[in-house]
């Protein structure tokens, strides 16, 4: 069965204190590993698709990478402005090709 | 920007009453997904579509779920008759295999 988990689930970061969220992934055949952002009360909004090993990519404090099993979100020097929930998805291969998400790791910088 | 238009944003209703969720995709996206987020279960897949027909709906209960693309503007997520458990947030995304956008989902409360 396909699966993504995330951790953790939640995690708190003072203004300025640069960390890593995880992504690990069971998806079979998988053509990509997508990154959302949502903010509360809203849809996911899309951050970076990852389709290789060894592939990253970066936005402002965001940088996403993905190695055959994980997906790492790095964020250097977060602003408050960077709390949300990341959520991480897997597309799966073949005809029914579908986003599988994780369950998210709600961020929280503090000032 | 192009965005995904959901209706109702909020959708309060008694027990056995029929629940008719809608979206509008982006002009031109092919895919289009109905998914159920939860605190408990995160984001769970209902149904999808290509060119308007379903591929998937194995995440849905067929009892009391249908789902529906009777044109390209619109999709339709049924629900009857609706029950507690069905209290959720639904969203809808679209989108061209590999990039997907996010309504900002119908978030429905059965009494």
């Known amino acids: 069965e396909d699966q993504v988990t995330q951790s953790p689930e939640a995690l708190r970061l003072q203004e300025g204190e640069s960390s890593s969220l995880n992504c690990s992934y069971t998806v079979s055949g998988l053509r990509g590993l997508f990154w959302y952002r949502q903010d509360p009360g809203k849809g996911p909004e899309f951050l970076f698709t990852?389709?290789?090993a060894g592939e990253e990519k970066e936005k402002e404090r965001l940088k996403a990478t993905l190695t055959k099993k994980e997906s790492f979100l790095h964020i250097t020097a977060p602003k408050p402005e960077d709390s949300a929930t990341y959520l991480c998805?897997?597309?799966?291969?073949?005809?029914?090709?579908?986003?599988?998400f994780g369950k998210g790791t709600k961020l929280t910088v503090n000032p | 920007d192009a965005r995904v238009t959901q209706t109702p944003r909020h959708k309060v209703t008694e027990m056995g009453q029929e629940v008719t969720m809608r979206c509008q995709p982006i002009?031109?996206?092919?895919?289009v997904f109905w998914y159920r987020q939860t605190m408990m279960q995160g984001l769970e897949l209902l149904a999808y579509?290509?060119?308007?027909?379903?591929?998937?709906d194995s995440g849905m209960p067929k009892d009391r779920f249908s789902a529906e693309m009777p044109d390209a503007t619109l999709a339709t997520l049924k629900i009857q008759p609706s029950e507690p458990r069905d209290s959720a947030v639904y969203f809808c995304a679209s989108g061209l295999p590999g990039d997907y956008t996010f309504g900002s989902g119908t978030r429905l409360t059965v009494v």
């Open positions: 998805a897997g597309l799966t291969q073949g005809g029914s090709e579908k986003l599988v």
């Open positions: 002009l031109g996206h092919n895919t």
């Open positions: 579509f290509r060119n308007r027909a379903p591929l998937d």
């Open positions: 990852l389709y290789s």
